[in-house]
Antibody
Framework: QVQLQESGPGLVKPSETLSLTCTVS????????WSWIRQPPGKGLEWIGYTYHSGSTDYNSSLRSRVTISVDTSKNQFSLKLSSVTAADTAVYYC???????????WGQGKPVTVSS | DIQMTQSPSSLSASVGDRVTITCRASQTISTNLNWYQQKPGKAPKLLIYGASNLQSGVPSRFRGSGSGADFTLTISSLQPEDFATYYC????????FGPGTKVDIK
């Protein structure tokens, strides 16, 4: 059974960089695409971006200038970095597996992150 | 970027009702359309992929249809566990989610 678990700080100061890691178990990260999605309080889902095990990436155009997603195959993990955060980046952040870059079939439980001083 | 819209944004229904949710893309996306169900405090769950393919373990009362730019999710007989928010998502060009449709109890 594939499982994903987000980890990282739950509180980030404005203008700093949000960093989260997703640990994958039950599957090798050296397959499929792996993605980050977020959901602000009371709002809908927003795709942030995805990475392939080779390291290739693609991002939401509205976040591209601030986002980096990377993969560490030795640890079976992938990571999200979002720079220059503001209160608008407060959200639950989910990691997920993307089947052939198409649909998200396995999700983590979500990591709430608040941006506040 | 491809934009997604859903209608209605919310609806009230009773157990046993037939429910239909519509999703529209800003351009043709073939059948690169997926549907998710999300309950409060939980991660989304994949229901339908490729516009009409039922994900393993999902009850057959859920049906997806459509191609091009217009798509529909139908729940044939609403059950108590189906009260949730439903999102469509396109994968024709990167990924984009629709704004969601909340289904609550009448």
């Amino acid at each position: 059974q594939v499982q994903l678990q987000e980890s990282g700080p739950g509180l980030v100061k404005p203008s700093e960089t949000l960093s989260l890691t997703c640990t994958v178990s039950g599957d090798s990260i050296s397959s499929f695409y792996w993605s980050w999605i977020r959901q602000p309080p009371g709002k809908g889902l927003e795709w942030i971006g995805y990475t392939y095990h080779s390291g290739s990436t693609d991002y939401n155009s509205s976040l591209r200038s601030r986002v980096t997603i990377s993969v560490d195959t030795s640890k079976n993990q992938f990571s999200l970095k979002l720079s220059s955060v503001t209160a608008a980046d407060t959200a639950v952040y989910y990691c997920a597996r993307v089947w052939t870059g198409d649909y998200l079939d396995y999700w983590g439980q979500g990591k709430p992150v608040t941006v506040s001083s | 970027d491809i934009q997604m819209t859903q209608s209605p944004s919310s609806l009230s229904a009773s157990v046993g009702d037939r429910v239909t949710i519509t999703c529209r893309a800003s351009q043709t996306i073939s059948t690169n359309l997926n549907w998710y169900q999300q309950k409060p405090g939980k991660a989304p769950k994949l229901l339908i992929y490729g516009a009409s393919n039922l994900q393993s373990g999902v009850p057959s009362r859920f049906r997806g249809s459509g191609s091009g730019a217009d798509f529909t999710l139908t729940i044939s007989s609403l059950q108590p566990e189906d009260f949730a928010t439903y999102y469509c998502q396109q994968s024709y060009s990167t990924l984009t989610f629709g704004p969601g449709t909340k289904v609550d109890i009448k």
